[in-house]
């Protein structure tokens, strides 16, 4: 569904990272939620409200990556395989996730977002034009968020 990026620890995170997982004293874990408390949260994030303006920009993202030069978009040699519609349905998915995490019942097109370059770095394969040009799957993502209209 989503590919985070995360960094490498630095010195001292890495050295307490090490001196817990290689100690005797493994640490106790304690659950802070209960399975029924992520279901109930699941049902809350399914029923967060997303207005049909908002589903569209999210499809315009999506088609987009496939079909840049339709939104006048420069790009079309640098992507061999836009978005699939899985594209689609996890930012939609996510985007809800987030709204609900931020304490609102509605998507706006900041949620999406949020969590558009993490669903959709992945899911843009790029050309052999575009690594030679040193371009990245962010890159392309980046210009169709800056590019596509905004409800």
Known sequence: MLKIKIEYPDKIEEKEIMERMAGHNPSEVKAVVSPRDILKAREIVNQIYMDDKV???IVDIVYATRTPEAYNLDIK???????SPRAS???N???KAHAFI?????VT???IKAVGMDILRHRVIL?????AEEMTS???VKKVFDEIEVP
């Open 109 to 111: 097109p900041e949620d």
């Open 127 to 131: 050309t052999y034009e575009a690594e």
């Open 77 to 83: 040699n640098f992507i061999a395989y836009g978005a």
């Open 93 to 95: 998915i996510a985007s």
């Open 55 to 57: 589903k569209d920009y």
């Open 89 to 91: 349905i996890y930012l």
């Open 138 to 140: 962010e890159n392309i």
């Open 102 to 106: 931020r304490g609102r019942g509605y």
